[in-house]
C-alpha cells in the first residue's frame, strides 16, 4: 500500500514564499514521476510540475520561473518551492506519484495567498 503524506500548506500574503512537502511511503519500488497538481473551488484540477526520476521536470506555464519542484530519493519526497504567490494560486495542492502503471494521490494541502 502505497501513501503519500503532504506538508507545507498554509495562508501567505501575496508575494510571500511557500515549501509543500511529499513524503511517499509502502511498497516502493522505483519511482516513475512525481508531482503537484491544484484544484481551485469550482474550477478541475490541474498539473503545477511534475518531476521524473531521471529528474527532468516539467511546470505548467502559469508557475513557471516562480516555482521550483525537487526531489530526494532515498527519502522518496518531492519537494514544492512556491515563490512570488499570487492570489491565484490559491487552491488545495495535491501531491502525485506514478508507480507501476498506477497513480496515487496524497490528501491535499490548502495554500492560500492574500491579497
Known amino acids: 500500500q502505497v501513501q503519500l503524506v503532504e506538508s507545507g500548506g498554509g495562508l501567505v500574503p501575496a508575494g510571500g514564499s511557500l515549501r509543500l512537502s511529499c513524503a511517499a511511503s509502502?511498497?516502493?519500488?522505483?519511482?516513475?514521476?512525481m508531482g503537484w497538481y491544484r484544484q481551485a473551488p469550482g474550477k478541475q484540477r490541474e498539473l503545477v510540475a511534475s518531476i521524473t526520476s531521471g529528474g527532468r521536470d516539467n511546470y505548467s506555464d502559469s508557475v513557471k520561473g516562480r516555482f521550483t519542484i525537487s526531489r530526494d530519493d532515498a527519502k522518496n519526497t518531492v519537494y514544492l518551492q512556491m515563490s512570488s504567490l499570487k492570489p491565484e494560486d490559491t487552491a488545495v495542492y495535491y501531491c502525485?506519484?506514478?508507480?507501476?502503471?498506477?497513480?496515487?494521490w496524497g490528501q491535499g494541502t490548502q495554500v492560500t495567498v492574500s491579497s
Open positions: 502525485n506519484l506514478y508507480h507501476l502503471g498506477r497513480n496515487y
Open positions: 509502502g511498497s516502493i519500488y522505483s519511482i516513475n514521476k
